[in-house]
Every structure is written in structure tokens, then in C-alpha cells.
């Protein structure tokens, strides 16, 4: 087999499905034969340039992430996700590219007595069945929880991202508005994840990240957020906020940044986050548990924690 990035992409859109860490991949059915991604120099390494910005590669682990003490000076809120995600010995081995493409967690497609529009059926057996955890924020007939905490980090980060053979674009056009019930994320088969690359940081801006479980360790979860902010003379002048698990992508919240900069308390600038949820029978606990765990973020952003 052509050993290069082009070979590798041709290998995937004939049935093949790439793996980095396996972490994900391992613990499901692959759609085809593993193509193993390890070694690939095009994929790998942190490279800062001279503009500020910085490229890391998409095989670069998660542990890698959460340990660079560059990278916790320069982007806390990457380095911080990336400590919180599941348990040291997988943060080992998960890759920033396999925690960004992984697949969903929902009990209903990772079943084989279930069929659902991820796996070719025709609808989402989770409507009429359990939904505790299921997304709160609806986006479409889909209601599995996007499972990546790094996108929610490179979301509030402004990051975009590398496609071999194309150019960068933002990372919430990797999930797009989540409509699509069929898909975890949007890149065409074939298609090979390269790298992340980070703008300049803002000058004093302060970040944090929060996850609400329903255990201490090695839990997916309930809801989580992310937070870079900037505080001059206790107002804030810079606002980027983003959360997740609780809807089928990572979202950006816009209305709750505006409202911090329009000097809005924390607490009633994180309520607005509310306004997008539309709850199923079983997970209206969410909303309350989304707008907290924003509110923790934010103060711990703001140095209030």
C-alpha cells in the first residue's frame, strides 16, 4: 500500500478507517480494515512560529497536550482540557486528531440490538427510549451528545484546522450545526486530519475548564465548558465560552459572551445559555447543570474560585 498521506487517504475512501490511538476505534466495530497512522512525520510534533500562531500535530497524545509547559503558558485553556479528559494511561495514547474525529457515546449506536441514522438505519431510537443523557440543546433528530472535550477547548481557542491537501478552516466547521443525524463530524472519507493550529493568546487573558460527571474519574461528560477571558478593572474585555455534552456538536455561546461584555454578572450572563435548551422527558436536569457548570468556568476564569 501507498505508505504516504494520499495512499493512506485512498486506502479509507476504498473501506479502510485510519487509527491513531485506537482508544475509540478499539472499543467499536472499525467500518473496515485499521490503517495504522503512527509515524507519519506530517502528523506529528509542535511547531510555534514566528506570527504567534502554533501547529500541533493531530497525532501529538493528550497527555503531550496537557504536560507542555508551553503550551499551558501560551493556551491554558487547551492544557487544561486536555488534563480533565478520561484517565492518565488513555491520555497516554489518545491522539489530539482521535479525541476531535472520535465517535459518539450513545448506548443505542453502540449497540448491535439497535439500529439508528449513524449506522445506516432511519431513525434515533433514543427519542422513544432512555434519555438522561442525551442532548438538552436540540440541532437536529439526533440526540447523542458530542463526545470531544478538546473541541470545546479549541472552539473557545478560536482554532483551526489542518486537512492534508487543503487549507486551514475554523474548527466548528468540522461538525458544522449538527442537523446531519447520520454524522459525528463532516469530513469526506478519505479525508486526513493533519494538525490544530492556535492563534496568538490574548495579552492577561485567563482561562479555565470545567466538567460535570456523575462520578469522580473516567466519566463522559454531563456537561462541560470552556472559558477565556480577559478582565481589566473587574470588567471583562475579551469573552470566548464554549460547552459541550449537551448537544450534538461543541457550541460556541455567543449571547453569554456579549452579555459578559455588555458588564453583565457572571451568574446572569451564564443563565442565558438556557434560552437554547428544549429537554427531553428524562434530562430537563441538564439545563441547571448547563448553566452552572458556565457559571463555575466563568468565575474560575474571572479568579473568583
Same mark, same amino acid.
Given at each position: 500500500?501507498?505508505?504516504?498521506?494520499?495512499?493512506? !487517504?485512498?486506502?479509507?475512501?476504498?473501506?479502510?478507517?485510519?487509527r491513531? !490511538? /485506537?482508544?475509540?476505534?478499539?472499543?467499536?466495530?472499525? @467500518?473496515?480494515p485499521?490503517?495504522?497512522?503512527?509515524?507519519?512525520?506530517?502528523?506529528?510534533?509542535?511547531?510555534?512560529?514566528?506570527?504567534?500562531t502554533?501547529?500541533v /500535530?493531530?497525532?501529538?497524545?493528550? @497527555?503531550?497536550?496537557?504536560?507542555?509547559?508551553r503550551?499551558?503558558?501560551?493556551?491554558?485553556?487547551?492544557?487544561?482540557?486536555?488534563?480533565?479528559?478520561?484517565?492518565?494511561?488513555?491520555?497516554?495514547?489518545?491522539?489530539?486528531?482521535?479525541?476531535?474525529?472520535?465517535?459518539?457515546?450513545?448506548?443505542?449506536?453502540?449497540?448491535?440490538?439497535?439500529?439508528?441514522?449513524?449506522?445506516g !438505519?432511519?431513525?434515533?431510537?433514543?427519542?422513544? /427510549?432512555?434519555?438522561?443523557?442525551?442532548?438538552?440543546?436540540?440541532?437536529?433528530?439526533?440526540?447523542?451528545?458530542?463526545?470531544?472535550?478538546?473541541a470545546?477547548?479549541?472552539l473557545?481557542?478560536?482554532?483551526?484546522?489542518?486537512?492534508? !491537501?487543503?487549507?486551514?478552516?475554523?474548527?466548528?466547521?468540522?461538525?458544522?450545526?449538527?442537523?446531519?443525524?447520520?454524522?459525528?463530524?463532516?469530513?469526506?472519507?478519505?479525508?486526513?486530519?493533519? @494538525?490544530?493550529?492556535?492563534?496568538?493568546?490574548?495579552?492577561?487573558?485567563?482561562?479555565?475548564?470545567?466538567?460535570?460527571?456523575?462520578?469522580?474519574?473516567?466519566e463522559?461528560?454531563?456537561?462541560?465548558?470552556?472559558?477565556r477571558?480577559?478582565?481589566?478593572?473587574?470588567?471583562?474585555?475579551?469573552?470566548r465560552?464554549?460547552?459541550?455534552?449537551?448537544a450534538?456538536?461543541?457550541?460556541?455561546?455567543?449571547?453569554?459572551?456579549?452579555?459578559?461584555?455588555?458588564?453583565?454578572?457572571?451568574?446572569?450572563?451564564a443563565?442565558?445559555? @438556557?434560552?437554547?435548551?428544549?429537554?427531553?422527558?428524562?434530562?430537563?436536569?441538564?439545563?441547571?447543570?448547563?448553566?452552572?457548570?458556565?457559571?463555575?468556568?466563568?468565575?474560575?476564569?474571572? /479568579?473568583?474560585?
Open positions: 500500500m501507498n505508505t504516504s498521506l494520499t495512499g493512506i !487517504g485512498e486506502a479509507a475512501r476504498r473501506g479502510g478507517e485510519p491513531a !490511538g /485506537g482508544t475509540d476505534l478499539m472499543s467499536r466495530p472499525a @467500518a473496515g485499521h490503517i495504522d497512522l503512527h509515524g507519519r512525520p506530517e502528523l506529528s510534533g509542535v511547531v510555534w512560529r514566528e506570527d504567534g502554533v501547529r /500535530g493531530a497525532l501529538t497524545t493528550i @497527555a503531550d497536550l496537557a504536560a507542555d509547559p503550551l499551558a503558558s501560551a493556551h491554558p485553556c487547551l492544557a487544561l482540557t486536555a488534563a480533565a479528559v478520561a484517565t492518565p494511561e488513555i491520555r497516554a495514547v489518545a491522539t489530539l486528531g482521535g479525541n476531535l474525529l472520535q465517535r459518539n457515546r450513545c448506548p443505542y449506536f453502540r449497540s448491535p440490538a439497535f439500529s439508528c441514522f449513524q449506522d !438505519g432511519h431513525d434515533c431510537p433514543a427519542q422513544d /427510549g432512555l434519555t438522561l443523557r442525551a442532548a438538552v440543546v436540540r440541532t437536529g433528530p439526533c440526540l447523542a451528545p458530542h463526545p470531544s472535550s478538546l470545546v477547548a479549541l473557545a481557542c478560536e482554532a483551526s484546522v489542518e486537512v492534508h !491537501g487543503e487549507a486551514p478552516f475554523p474548527v466548528g466547521e468540522l461538525y458544522g450545526d449538527g442537523a446531519d443525524p447520520t454524522r459525528d463530524h463532516l469530513l469526506p472519507p478519505g479525508a486526513i486530519l493533519a @494538525a490544530v493550529v492556535l492563534p496568538p493568546p490574548r495579552a492577561g487573558e485567563r482561562a479555565a475548564y470545567h466538567r460535570a460527571t456523575a462520578r469522580a474519574h473516567a463522559w461528560p454531563l456537561a462541560e465548558a470552556a472559558a477571558l480577559v478582565v481589566d478593572d473587574g470588567r471583562v474585555r475579551f469573552a465560552v464554549a460547552v459541550g455534552g449537551v450534538r456538536v461543541p457550541l460556541r455561546l455567543t449571547e453569554v459572551e456579549h452579555a459578559l461584555l455588555a458588564g453583565e454578572p457572571l451568574e446572569q450572563a443563565a442565558r445559555a @438556557a434560552a437554547r435548551c428544549t429537554p427531553t422527558s428524562q434530562n430537563a436536569y441538564k439545563i441547571a447543570l448547563l448553566t452552572g457548570t458556565v457559571l463555575e468556568t466563568l468565575e474560575q476564569a474571572a /479568579g473568583m474560585r
